[in-house]
């Protein structure tokens, strides 16, 4: 079952911040955050494991919540360049299941 | 220079003609997958292979196969394509799966159109 992120589009100005929400009905191993831009492929961004690991790269930061089983991505004083579609990916407990599940996405547009 | 390495990267057939889509990683990767991308769905995965011995269903697996005879390739093969399986198909390893997940890395992306 694919997680659910949130909210579905965002548009900021450049400098302004954001969250992108994405939670599961199944406890959850790990998170994964992608960002795709147009025509291309997704490009990786962070791993969170269960635990609350709190984890960031640039001005980009996610949080882990294990017993919500929901993860945030925050992006902070954005830029154009984080305009694009940000992914989560969910991997559940379990051990055998060796499945990475992606949310539907999150279009986020930054303007000057 | 490391990388996913898919073809073709487009490509228009018609309905019932069989078709491969090829993928190749230079990484050493044990893990490798298919996802297609269609609008408002996101990533949905097809089928996913833990290492040459391993491979498993992914969550839309109705009407494609797959192969791994050796680590770096993972073709996706589509029988008899029919028009619900135009998309955008990704391939994409890494190093481990499971509990030792790593980044994906993903190939550039094949768009298939089967009219």
């Known amino acids: 079952q694919q997680p659910v992120q949130s909210p579905q589009a965002v548009i900021l100005r450049e400098g302004e911040d954001a969250v992108i929400n994405c939670s599961s009905s199944?406890?959850?191993?790990?998170v994964h955050w992608y960002r795709q831009k147009h025509g291309e492929a997704p490009v990786f961004l962070m791993i969170?494991?269960?635990?609350?690991e709190q984890k960031g790269h640039d001005k980009i930061s996610a949080s882990f919540n294990e017993k919500k089983q929901q993860s945030s991505l925050y992006l902070t004083a954005s830029q154009l360049s984080y305009s694009g579609t940000y992914f989560c990916?969910?991997?559940?407990?379990?051990?055998?299941?060796?499945?990475?599940?992606f949310g539907k996405g999150t279009l986020l547009t930054v303007n000057p | 220079e490391a990388q996913v390495t898919q073809n073709p990267r487009y490509l228009i057939t018609v309905t019932g003609k069989k078709l491969t889509v090829t993928c190749s990683q230079n990484?050493?990767?044990?893990?490798m997958s298919w996802y297609r991308q269609d609008p408002g769905l996101g990533l949905r995965q097809i089928y996913y292979s833990m290492n040459v011995e391993v491979t498993d269903k992914g969550d839309v697996p109705e009407g494609y196969k797959v192969s791994r005879k050796e680590k770096r390739n993972f073709p996706l093969i589509l029988e008899s394509p029919s028009p619900n399986q135009t998309s955008l198909y990704f391939c994409?390893?890494?190093?481990?799966?499971?509990?030792?997940?790593?980044?994906?890395?993903f190939g550039q992306g094949t768009r298939l159109t089967v009219v």
């Open positions: 990484m050493n990767h044990e893990y």
């Open positions: 969170l494991l269960k635990g609350g």
């Open positions: 990916g969910t991997e559940d407990s379990g051990g055998s299941n060796y499945k990475l599940t």
């Open positions: 994409a390893s890494s190093l481990y799966a499971g509990a030792f997940n790593t980044e994906a890395f």
């Open positions: 199944k406890a959850l191993y790990s």
